[in-house]
Structures are given as C-alpha cells and as structure tokens.
C-alpha cells in the first residue's frame, strides 16, 4: 500500500469513527429512565421498556472513555458519566460485591447472576474511564472487581476462571452466557476478556498481584487455549477437557493481537517473543481459512464436520482487521495491510448501515442483512467496531 493509499484508509477510518461515536451519542441516551436505551431494532426503532444489559452498559463506557483517551480530550464526558452513573447505580451489588447481568428498564434488577464475563467487562470499562478521568470512585471499584474475580472465580486446583455463581457467589448449574453456548464451567470468551481487562488495569495500576493474574493467563492462553492449528478451543470442563469441535474465527484473531497487546503492557521479552510468533501463525491459519472471495470474514467452523458458518457478524470484520494490521506491524509485509484493506471494502459494502448510521448486526453468505437483528442490545455495542478503528489508525499513524 503506497502512501496515499495509507493516508486515504486512515482518513476513511476516522470518518466512521465519528459516525459510530455520534450514532450513539444521538441515538441511545434514555432521557426519560436514565442512562442508555435497552435495544434499538434493526430499522433503528427505539424497543421501548427493554431491558439494559451489563454488557452493553460496559461497552459504552469503554467506548466512550477509549475516545476521549484517543482524542486526548474529554469531548464525551457526558457520556461517560452517565455510564459510570447508571452502573455504579443500578448494576452495582452493594451487598455481595460484582455487578448484575440485567435491569429492566427503570434500573431494578431482574437477573442478579455474577458471570465472571460481565465483572471482567467492567474492570476494562472501569480502567479506560479511569485512564482519563481519574476517578478515584472508579478505580477502587474496578480493583474490588479484580479481587472479587481472584477470590471467587479463580480455580485454584486446575487454573482459570469459573464461569458464573448466583448473586451471592454460590454455585450454580447453568453457567451460560447465552442460550447458544455449552454449559461449560470454563469458556475461552470469558477467560479471553479477563486478560484483557486485566491489561488495562495494570496499565493504570502497576499492582504486582495484577501482574501475576495477567502473565498467569497469558500462558494459559499459549499453553492449554490455542490448539496445536491456530485455534482457540472454545469450552471446557473444570479440568480442561474440550467440550467443543467448533472454532470461532473472530475470536482466534482477537485472542492473537490481545495476547501481543498484553505481553507488551506486561514487559515480558519472553512472553513478548512467544506472543508474536503466535499471532503471526494465527494470521497465517485465518487468511487460508476465514476469509471469503469476497473478503468478508466467516463466522465460524465447525472441525468435526467441516460444516462452516458463512455468516459474516459485524465484530470478527472488525477483529480481523486489527489482527492483520498487527501482524503487519510486527513483520513489515505489506500483504497483511492490504488484506485488512479488502476487509474494510467488504466491510462498507456489506456491514455499515449507509442509511441508518452503525453497523449491521451480520449478514448472510450473499451480504444480505438479518434484518431480525437489532442495531443496539445486549450484544450489539460500539466496542467492537470503535475499538479496531481507534486501533487501526493508531498504527497507520505511527507506522
């Protein structure tokens, strides 16, 4: 990619930005009960009384709080204050420690569960709104969070982390995320976002004992998660049996870049060395496997019967994108940039709502949206998609 090229896909990347910022900015604030909307459908119609789910609420505030750290400003601090508000309000269990998996629309609990997924969201939201705001109140949630994790989660006799208690942080039978998930006691999805939200917290930190946690599940991730193809086994038992014959391509190449992410923020030359050999292999294995002629990214495989999912979800687009360019940056070869280019064209083609703003939730084999899906929900937030351009045109920028 010559330098104009480079410079034309930096500008195109900051313009979507700005565009997915201000969708959320203008679309999802909940004037009347507080904080953000539960779910915007996919024609961009507000589900009124929707419940607010955890994630979503996390993500925003990550969101938000990653671009005016971007910025180098505080342009959303509304925004972000209103995040931080509502869930240290109305998520927050003030009796038993962690936050609830769900409120209805007025802010009362509805599922008072503790996955370990959704306390990690919040140690990683909590610590990019703390990067610039210096909250004090945010940072001592966020390392309550991290201790409650390491106390309650934590498996002692075989690592990792369980996935999910009742709200007094008891064992319960179904551990699920979603309905679509094994019910398995150790999932990569959720091992996979408490590294990352271990990673800021040390950034913002420097406690040791966050230190340890993190250099602790980076080789976890390098020894036990990724298989011996480049894959991320995806569900296990207590003891670390696989429970699934299935991989998940967006995450395989989000875990590779998170993992050379963190081996830095760490500064383990080791763990930095073996990181990088990681994610170069993964990137190898995903441009041969993941990428359809039309260089949108499918959605998963399944290895047992070959059957693919050739779906393409907003967020592996965007994942994939990240991962290429990291690989990029790490190797110099040109090849990995321009593939993440071709990506971002199937990306504008196919996944960004040119005429309702934000991105489509997945579309089918042939680039026709779902239209079942929603723009705003439980799972659907700007973390994903604002997190790879600030990421993208951050090494554009330095490289």
Not at 91 to 101: A, I, L, P, Q, R
Not at 317 to 326: D, N, R, S, T
Request: charged share 25%; glycine share 4%.
């Amino acid at each position: 990619m010559v330098a104009k090229e480079k410079d034309d896909f930096t500008l195109e990347l900051e313009i979507e930005l700005k565009q997915i910022l201000d969708f959320w900015q203008s679309n999802t604030l909940d004037i009347e009960n507080g904080g953000f909307v539960g779910r915007i459908d996919h024609s961009n119609n507000v589900i009124n009384e929707a419940p607010k789910g955890i994630i979503l609420n996390t993500r925003i505030l990550w969101t938000f709080s990653r671009a005016n750290n971007f910025y180098k400003d505080a342009r959303y601090d509304k925004e972000c204050l209103r995040a931080f508000e509502y869930l240290y309000d109305h998520f927050n269990d003030k009796t038993n420690g962690g936050v609830y998996w769900e409120v209805d629309y007025v802010g009362k609990p509805t599922n008072r569960r503790k996955q370990s997924y959704a306390q990690a969201f919040s140690v990683y939201a909590l610590s990019e709104y703390y990067k610039y705001s210096k909250n004090s109140k945010a940072l001592i949630w966020a390392m309550q969070l991290f201790n409650l994790l390491e106390d309650k989660a934590y498996d002692a006799e075989y690592g990792g982390y369980i996935e999910a208690f009742d709200e007094n942080w008891q064992n319960i039978e179904d551990l699920r995320l979603s309905e679509k998930d094994l019910n398995a006691p150790k999932t990569t999805n959720t091992i996979l976002h408490i590294l990352e939200a271990y990673t800021t917290l040390y950034e913002i930190t420097g406690d040791d004992q966050v230190a340890y946690s993190l250099k602790r599940l980076i080789t976890l991730f390098l020894g036990r998660i990724f298989n011996d193809q480049n894959h991320l086994k995806l569900f296990f038992t207590k003891d670390w049996k696989s429970m699934s014959t299935e991989t998940s391509y967006g995450h395989d190449i989000e875990a590779a870049w998170l993992l050379c992410h963190a081996a830095h923020v760490v500064d383990d030359s080791n763990m930095v060395n073996k990181t990088d050999k990681m994610l170069i292999a993964v990137v190898k294995t995903f441009t041969l496997e993941a990428i359809d002629k039309d260089f949108g990214i499918w959605n998963a495989k399944d290895f047992e019967n070959q059957v693919i999912d050739k779906d393409k979800h907003w967020w592996p687009q965007a994942e994939a994108m990240v991962g290429l360019c990291y690989a990029w940056v790490k190797t110099k070869d040109s090849s990995y940039l321009n593939i993440s280019r071709q990506i971002w064209e199937f990306t504008k083609t196919n996944i960004i709502d040119a005429k309702n703003g934000e991105w489509f939730f997945r579309v089918d084999a042939n680039g026709k949206p779902y239209t079942s899906e929603d723009k705003v929900g439980p799972w659907k937030c700007p973390y994903h998609n604002g997190r790879a351009l600030i990421e993208i045109i951050s090494m554009l920028n330095e490289n």
